[in-house]
């Protein structure tokens, strides 16, 4: 068993300030599944207003059709794979030299993949200065009202992300926790000193890590020593009541994930699978990495007589909203509720500490 083992040997982290002026990705992840399938819905569907627009038949609105996406599907397909190539060095620029960048990558494909091509991409009547430049500005044009469009959709989401982000505060900060934890340490402080100083410094670093940006990728690694610590000082009350096996020789050391995920599962299996049971039981925590995504799973033991409250429903479903804010559809979160068991089973994509 793990559990405690870390709680004295666990080096403190220097403590950060609170940013209580949290800066949002205003640029699109260009890794990120969902990103990419609306960036081609919505690039056809500008395509196809074009090509209504110019048609003056049904023959003429097909040979638009046709004559366009000759030309728009290579450069869309090259694109995509070019931002994606590029995803880590846009990050780190700032959100006008991003946009140029995209906007320049956008035009030379366009100008190199028309001229590859010669009248198959550029129609027998658009060759020339004069076409080069009308699908220049058209391909510019539609990487601004795409880059308008994330930045739009990233503000408009902002409310709901700092809404996410305070719940998940809130619902770490839960009254009975806290006041467990305080006369657990209070029961061992004269006793074991230095027992009751490690657990505040636990105590210390759980709301560090509630507080810290809701945008933030940690180590994967942190986030386990940090759900190490919180079971510490729930075993401080539970006493051997409070088993946990962690299988860990398949979770890869260089993997991110949004912090303060594992530990509320775990919290959710304390507080309605081992504390009913009179006689504890054992939570189980897997991480590995499969089909090259990352995979938590919590698993602990139910009493017949256990229900879903609504916290732990919120609590839950908080993660959920968190996930699909940070991860759009590539984010996975599972139930499997038995007889006698309940179990978690979070995936979501593998991040590593390079591309972050």
Same mark, same amino acid.
């Given at each position: 068993m793990r559990v405690g083992t870390k709680i004295n040997s666990y080096a403190m982290k220097p403590t950060r300030s609170i940013n209580q002026n949290i800066q949002h990705r205003l640029l699109p992840d260009f890794r990120n599944l969902g990103t990419v399938l609306r960036?081609?819905?919505?690039?056809?569907?500008?395509?196809?207003?074009?090509?209504?627009?110019?048609?003056?038949?049904?023959?003429?609105?097909?040979?638009? &059709?046709?004559?366009?996406?000759?030309?728009?599907q290579p450069v869309l397909l090259c694109t995509l794979l070019a931002l994606y190539v590029l995803n880590p060095a846009l990050a780190r620029l700032a959100y006008w030299q991003a946009a140029l960048l995209i906007i320049?990558?956008?035009?030379?494909?366009?100008?190199?993949?028309?001229?590859l091509g010669g009248e198959l991409f550029a129609g027998t009547n658009e060759y020339g200065w004069f076409g080069d430049l009308r699908r220049l500005l058209q391909s510019a044009i539609i990487a601004l009202l795409l880059l308008g469009y994330f930045r739009w959709r990233t503000l408009v989401l902002s409310p709901a992300q700092a809404?996410?982000?305070?719940?998940?505060?809130?619902?770490? &900060?839960?009254?009975?926790?806290?006041?467990?934890? &305080?006369?657990?340490?209070?029961? &061992?402080?004269?006793?074991e000193p230095k027992r009751a100083e490690a657990a505040l410094e636990d105590m210390a670093d759980l709301f560090r890590m509630?507080?810290?940006?809701?945008?933030?990728?940690?180590?994967?690694?942190?986030?386990?020593?940090?759900?190490?610590?919180?079971?510490?000082?729930?075993?401080?009350r539970m006493g051997e009541r409070l088993q946990v096996r962690w299988h860990l020789r398949d979770m890869p050391q260089d993997a991110l994930i949004p912090p303060l995920v594992l530990q509320p599962l775990l919290e959710n299996a304390v507080y309605h699978g081992i504390e009913p049971l009179a006689a504890g039981g054992l939570i189980e925590v897997r991480l590995y990495l499969g089909d090259r995504r990352l995979h938590l799973?919590?698993?602990?033991?139910?009493?017949?007589?256990?229900?879903?409250?609504?916290g732990n429903r919120i609590a839950l479903a908080n993660i959920r909203e968190r996930l699909a804010l940070l991860f759009d559809v590539e984010a996975e979160y599972r139930v499997e509720r038995g007889l006698d068991s309940y179990a978690v089973h979070i995936i979501i994509p593998y991040r590593k500490k390079e591309a972050s």
């Open positions: 960036i081609v819905l919505l690039v056809n569907a500008v395509a196809l207003f074009l090509a209504l627009t110019q048609a003056v038949s049904p023959n003429g609105l097909w040979q638009q &059709i046709l004559f366009g996406s000759a030309l728009l320049a990558v956008v035009a030379l494909l366009t100008f190199a993949l028309t001229h809404d996410a982000r305070l719940q998940a505060l809130q619902a770490r &900060i839960r009254p009975h926790f806290l006041f467990n934890s &305080i006369n657990a340490v209070l029961a &061992i402080v004269r006793a509630a507080m810290s940006d809701a945008h933030e990728l940690v180590a994967l690694k942190d986030e386990v020593a940090l759900a190490e610590r919180y079971l510490a000082l729930e075993q401080l799973e919590v698993r602990n033991p139910l009493s017949a007589t256990a229900a879903q409250t609504d």
